[in-house]
Every structure is written in structure tokens, then in C-alpha cells.
């Protein structure tokens, strides 16, 4: 199985300033068919999970453009540009380029 | 819009059985895969089964395989979990997910004597 190791696991943030989360596979995660299949999803308090960021670096349908993705092979980048309170909560990536999916632990996000 | 609603959570004993359902409506079902995720209190994410639209294709997590079984009727644009052996680590949050884009509010199933 992959396993996705995200770092920090926690990150206290300033309103307004950046935040950057880091995952990172345990092997390739570029599928037979060229792309690569790592999405980024949040989960504020009590809510269930909603995909931000999928194959890398496409946000997805209504997602802020202060989150942005990059990476290549095995490591994966997620960054909020000026975080806001409203981006409380945790940050999971996922790999969906081979079964099973596997998640990384997840990184909170909370304000200082 | 994408509406996914899951019941059929509940409490159940050690070794005994539950049903979820996730019923899906705004889109078409069944050009969709499909996922179970499932969250243990104060846990992470955890994918527990994954099956293509014309359900051609189903895939398990080893902590579920050979326990659990997922199905789908496209005709009433339902997916289904049928879960047995249940165990008290199995209690969680179970969502069901339109791939990864759309995700239900999750039913919670609690295994405990």
C-alpha cells in the first residue's frame, strides 16, 4: 500500500498570513495513464470532508484561488496564500492513483 | 444540485450486522464510482471501498475486505454498504462520496455490547 506522510500535523496561523502543508508518498504516485491522482481535502469542525485541490493542482468547483497545489512523483504541496478564519479545520491529501486509497494523517489548520 | 444522504447507521452489537444506504440524486448516478469513507471518533479519513458505475469494478481496504460488501442499484440511484462481523473498532462515521468531488453529511454507526 502507499502511505502518505503530511507535515506538519499541526499549523497555528496568523489571520492573513500563508500556511503550506507538505505530502509526501511513499512511492510514485504518476498512474500508466500520465496523470497523477493526489487531491487535497478539508474538513472544518463538524462538517464532512470537501475536495479542494485534485490531480495535483486543479481546484475544484468554488474553491477559493488562495489555495493552490504543486508537486510532482511523491511530493505534494498545499498552500493557502492568506489564510482566513473560515479555513479552520483539517487538511487531509489522498492518493487515488492505486487500491487502496490511502489518506495522510491529516494537518490542522487553526488560528493563533 | 448534488445531494448525498446516508442512513441506516445505529448501534450494534460486537459480531452483528448493519445495512447503510446512500441515496444520490442531482446527477447521474450511475456514470459515477463511488466510495465509502469512514471516520473514527477523534480519527482521521479512512477509505473502506470503492465501486465503478456499472459495478464492474469494487475495491475494499484490508481492515474491511472479506467483511464488508459494497453494492449499487442505478436504477434507484442508491449505494449500499452490507457490513458484518462488526467490530468495536468499525465504530465511526461512514460517508458515502461521488468519487471524491461531493460527499454526504455521513451516518454514524457505533459497535459496542
Known amino acids: 500500500d502507499i502511505v502518505m506522510t503530511q507535515t506538519p500535523l499541526s499549523s497555528p496561523v496568523t489571520l492573513g498570513q500563508p500556511a503550506s502543508i507538505s505530502c509526501r508518498s511513499s512511492?510514485?504516485?504518476?498512474?500508466?495513464?500520465?496523470?497523477?491522482?493526489l487531491s487535497w481535502l478539508q474538513q472544518r469542525p463538524g462538517q464532512p470532508p470537501r475536495l479542494l485541490i485534485y490531480q495535483i493542482s486543479n481546484r475544484f468547483s468554488g474553491v477559493p484561488d488562495r489555495f493552490s497545489g504543486s508537486g510532482a512523483g511523491t511530493d505534494f504541496t498545499l498552500k493557502i496564500s492568506r489564510v482566513e478564519a473560515e479555513d479552520v479545520g483539517v487538511y487531509y491529501c489522498?492518493?487515488?492513483?492505486?487500491?487502496?486509497?490511502?489518506f495522510g494523517q491529516g494537518t490542522k489548520v487553526e488560528i493563533k | 444540485e448534488v445531494q448525498l444522504v446516508e442512513s441506516g447507521g445505529g448501534l450494534v452489537q460486537p459480531g452483528g450486522s448493519l445495512r447503510l444506504s446512500c441515496a444520490a440524486s442531482g446527477f447521474t448516478f450511475s456514470s459515477y464510482n463511488m466510495n465509502w469513507v469512514r471516520q473514527a471518533p477523534g480519527k482521521g479519513l479512512e477509505w473502506i471501498s470503492f465501486i465503478s458505475g456499472s459495478s464492474s469494478t469494487i475495491y475494499y481496504g484490508d481492515s474491511v475486505k472479506g467483511r464488508f460488501t459494497v453494492s449499487r442499484d442505478n436504477a434507484k440511484n442508491s449505494l449500499f454498504l452490507h457490513m458484518n462481523s462488526l467490530r468495536a473498532e468499525d465504530t465511526a462515521v461512514y460517508y458515502c462520496?461521488?468519487?471524491?468531488?461531493?460527499w454526504g453529511q455521513g451516518t454514524l454507526v457505533t459497535v459496542s455490547a
Open positions: 489522498i492518493q487515488g492513483t492505486q487500491f487502496p486509497r490511502t
Open positions: 512511492q510514485s504516485l504518476v498512474h500508466s495513464d500520465g496523470n497523477t491522482y
Open positions: 462520496a461521488k468519487r471524491l468531488d461531493d
